[in-house]
């Protein structure tokens, strides 16, 4: 089955720095990647997704890259806020239902 | 107007009892799903159904039981807690028949702890 690594696990920045984060997958038949950020006491909250015809999103502040030769794909988020600490998480998904990745706890220092 | 709505948010209970957390959804989809979110904050599926019937499985042990009594509704029940059962629980639903690579929403969680 499919298999997602996340890195790192924590992560601080300074306000307006830039934050990215990888995700491997194992699965070549995974054809959706979505990120989640996760408040505390809140579910998973969809923030950008990307499917595997493309190579790269944007949405503002956040992007995401994949490469499907290498089974990588990250989530960069440029300019951060403090309203950006949270945990995120990535997940793939092709014939199953959504694998996650174990999370990132992102930190933003004000 | 909530999306995913889960009841209740809270549930402690002594182990050995049975319990059950009810879930609906208001955006029309066709799957819905519950994930268990343990103490390290990892994700893990658990079940999926599509419109009311059970499609995946994920060798959860038979104390668990889901029940779908139309597509907009997915129940958990849960027989004979166990201390390890403690975790936040987690229904979400996602649009398309039988596929899985769409956005999932998700409800804001029923956090069980087993005393």
């Known amino acids: 089955g499919e298999n997602v690594e996340q890195h790192p696990s924590t992560l601080s920045v300074q306000e307006g720095d830039s934050a990215v984060i990888k995700c491997t997958y194992s699965?070549?038949?995974?054809?959706?990647f979505p990120w989640y950020k996760q408040e505390l006491g809140k579910g998973p909250q969809l923030i950008i997704d990307i499917r595997s015809n493309v190579g790269e999103k944007k949405d503002q502040r956040i992007a995401v890259t994949l490469n499907k030769t290498a089974k990588h794909f990250s989530l960069h988020i440029t300019e951060t806020q403090p309203e950006d600490s949270a945990v995120y998480f990535c997940a793939a998904s092709g014939n199953t239902p959504l694998v996650f990745g174990k999370g990132t706890r992102l930190s933003v220092i004000a | 107007d909530t999306a995913v709505s889960q009841t209740p948010k809270y549930l402690v209970t002594q182990m050995g009892n049975d319990k059950s957390i009810k879930c609906e959804q208001n955006l029309g989809h066709d799957t819905m799903y519950w994930y268990k979110q343990d103490s390290k904050k990892f994700l893990k599926i658990m079940f999926s159904?599509?419109?009311?019937?059970?499609?995946i499985n994920e060798t959860v042990p038979n104390r668990f039981s889901p029940k779908s009594p139309d597509k907009a509704h997915l129940n958990l029940h849960i027989n004979s807690l166990e201390l390890g059962d403690s975790a936040v629980y987690f229904c979400?639903?996602?649009?398309?028949?039988?596929?899985?690579?769409?956005?999932?929403?998700f409800g804001s969680g029923t956090r069980l702890t087993v005393v």
């Open positions: 159904y599509n419109n009311k019937e059970l499609i």
């Open positions: 699965d070549s038949a995974s054809n959706y």
């Open positions: 979400a639903s996602s649009p398309g028949h039988q596929v899985f690579n769409y956005g999932y929403t």
